[in-house]
């Protein structure tokens, strides 16, 4: 279930969120969307109209990714005396 906050509708109202718990932006201009917290991949396949082509790019996109990562990581302090 959503938090209240963490999503916005497209005119950055606040959806309402039904029973079981899902957002709605009914009248607001489309589907609510997530807020950007952090670091995380999202890939939307609600357009495509070929969902096996759609696949296999975000499945290429995300190879690419994931073999191109790199991360700086800093020397550790020393040891405390």
């Not at 201009?29 to 070929?50: S, V």
């Amino acid at each position: 279930m959503p938090e209240p906050g963490s999503v916005l509708c497209p005119d950055q109202t606040v959806p309402v969120l039904n029973a079981p718990g899902n957002a709605y932006c009914e009248g607001h201009g489309g589907n609510p969307q997530l807020l950007a917290r952090g670091t995380y991949c999202h890939f939307d396949l609600t357009t495509q109209t070929d969902m096996a082509y759609g696949l296999r790019q975000v499945v290429q996109q995300i190879r690419d990714r994931v073999a191109g990562c790199s991360y700086v990581v800093p020397v550790p302090p020393p040891p405390m005396s």
